[in-house]
Structures are given as C-alpha cells and as structure tokens.
C-alpha cells in the first residue's frame, strides 16, 4: 500500500496548446509548495485521459529538480533556481 496519494484537479481549456499554457502556470504556482511536483505535470482530453501529454520537459537536473522549460523545447535545459528562503 502507497503513502504517497495524488491529486486531480480537473480544468478545461479550448485546446491543446492552452491546457498545456495553463497548466504551466499552475504548476509554477503551485511549485512554492513543498508537497507539489509541478515538473511531472501533464494534460489529457477529457474523454481520454489514459493519453497524457507532458508540460514541462522531464530531463532530470542535477539536485533531483526538473527542467523549468516546456516539453519538446529547444536548446539546453535550464536548472531552476534554488529557494534559499530570503526576499528582497
């Protein structure tokens, strides 16, 4: 039996390209929380949810994070930014 559950929060867009765009911003909001991977992210047609399409790219960086740039881009991947928990 997992400990690990996920969550399924069902939106809707038009189309591909705009559940893809949505979905990356909600994904790098979320990503301040330390219970969220927003690098495993990814959209499906609602009446066929078996056939998932990535968002991010899934290169795994060093460090254990994600690439921060859409799936399928071009050139190198870029690391993200450590958080090391001070503001401005």
Request: proline content about 9%; charged content about 25%.
């Amino acid at each position: 039996m997992t400990e690990r559950w996920v969550m399924h929060l069902p939106v809707t867009a038009a189309d591909l390209p705009a559940a893809q765009r949505l979905a990356r911003v909600m994904a790098r909001w979320t990503g301040m929380l330390p219970q969220a991977d927003p690098g495993e992210t990814t959209v499906s047609g609602e009446d066929d949810q078996n056939v998932r399409h990535r968002v991010f790219c899934d290169l795994l960086m060093p460090g254990g994070r994600r690439c921060l740039l859409r799936a399928d881009h071009d050139g190198p991947c870029t690391q993200p930014v450590p958080n090391t928990g001070r503001t401005r």
